[in-house]
């Protein structure tokens, strides 16, 4: 069972599901998390990792699947997964874990990620839409990132999540940056061997993550083991050379393992008795007693969120719902990005090099001086300045012009 990287879905696992080692040795499964690709739901300010555990338990129910090894891709994957292997133990075979975030979403990647989601939902026009994309995928992907894959990623957002989807895209990153860590005496709880994988240039989520949490997952017998892939860094599982390291990895972490049987056999526990049995037990661990009388069947039943931390994200998914339906567009009459975002204009100020200068590229001698001939500019429509920060309401229009943050860097 393959969970996705964040802000992505089951599209983009071709390298797993085109992986001949995989895919001629083991049955694969993939399902779009409730907020992204073909899956549909309510926004919720409830939304934590347990009840994405809870969703997951529910569809491997459904399709009555035997125990599954989990490969998680990222930090909500991995979050999903551990909680999933502690409430779920009979499901899970085995877990492989790539890029271990930190327990708590760190100050600087926090500001800098709401941010950038903040000015990609509300973008007014496709330049600043694609100045958005262009700098969250140089924060998630560095500076070196294939052009190729860049038209791809932005392409993909423009059409699955654009400004009008912007609830589910708040939700998402809500469940991202507001996480709470495991309790140590949780992490003792899984008891499934372990594979980690981390990015050797991953500066988001360093080594010293998944090195703390191999410590601290005392259950695991013979503990877990980290494997660090050269010269990868976030998101290696869409990275072909990195992906397949990775890919190569698992299947000889699993070959050490006993073979699991694949009969699609019905449970002999029906799915209510079953997750009322998992509800009790997150009960126990937690200490949440109140949850116990909740409806089993619904997942979000496990949200382990304060009240306050519901609310302050309800609140949040209800000012991201204003004006939606009146939100920018950015795909053509034929319902496809009208170009690549590396074919749009680079001549703006904010558009910087790869050592983070945004004069860097430019050349400041004359025409005549520099032997080359200025090109010719068309005129372009809305010749203005890119707005970073779409403000969500009308007092904030004085910041317009005020550039903060990573960018203004």
């Not at 496990?302 to 306050?308: A, K, N, Q, R």
């Not at 950015?330 to 680079?346: A, E």
Request: contains cysteine.
């Amino acid at each position: 069972m393959i969970l996705h990287p964040v802000f992505l879905d089951t599209t983009w696992l071709d390298s797993q599901f085109g992986d001949p080692r995989l895919y001629r040795n083991y049955n694969l499964i993939a399902f779009d998390m409730r907020t992204v690709g073909r899956s549909t739901c309510q926004p919720s300010g409830k939304h934590d990792s347990w009840v994405d555990a809870a969703d997951l338990a529910l569809c491997h129910q459904k399709l009555h699947l035997p125990p599954c090894h989990i490969f998680a891709l990222e930090a909500l994957a991995i979050n999903c997964a551990l909680r999933f292997a502690i409430l779920f133990p009979e499901m899970c075979a085995s877990l492989a874990l790539c890029n271990v975030p930190s327990p708590l979403e760190q100050r600087w990647t926090y500001n800098t990620l709401e941010e950038l989601v903040h000015s990609w939902c509300y973008s007014e026009d496709l330049e600043s839409l694609e100045h958005a994309a262009t700098e969250l995928l140089h924060f998630l992907l560095g500076p070196d990132r294939d052009l190729d894959l860049q038209d791809q990623l932005v392409a993909h957002w423009e059409k699955v999540i654009p400004p009008k989807r912007r609830p589910w895209v708040i939700e998402t990153l809500s469940v991202l940056i507001n996480r709470i860590p495991l309790e140590p005496e949780l992490y003792a709880q899984v008891k499934q061997p372990t594979l980690i994988l981390h990015g050797e240039r991953n500066e988001i989520c360093p080594r010293k993550h998944s090195e703390a949490l191999a410590a601290k997952l005392t259950g695991v017998e013979n503990g877990a083991v980290i494997y660090t892939v050269r010269g990868a860094a976030t998101f290696l599982s869409i990275i072909p050379g990195s992906a397949s390291i990775a890919n190569q990895t698992f299947t000889k972490f699993l070959q050490r393992l006993p073979a699991v049987k694949s009969e699609i056999v019905a449970p002999q526990m029906s799915i209510s008795d079953r997750m009322k049995e998992a509800l009790e037990r997150q009960s126990a661990l937690v200490g949440k007693k109140d949850i116990t009388s909740l409806d089993p069947l619904c997942p979000l039943s496990f949200s382990c969120l304060t009240e306050e931390a519901a609310q302050k994200q309800a609140e949040l998914i209800a000012e991201y719902s204003k004006g939606r339906f009146s939100a920018f567009d950015p795909l053509g009459p034929d319902g496809r990005p009208p170009r690549k975002v590396s074919q749009g204009k680079s001549e703006h100020w904010f558009q910087s090099g790869k050592d983070g200068l945004s004069v860097a590229a430019t050349n400041f001698l004359p025409a005549e001086r520099s032997g080359k001939q200025e090109p010719e500019r068309p005129p372009r429509n809305n010749d203005r300045e890119t707005q970073l920060v779409k403000p969500s309401s009308p007092a904030a229009a004085l910041d317009k012009y005020i550039i903060k943050g990573p960018m203004a860097k």
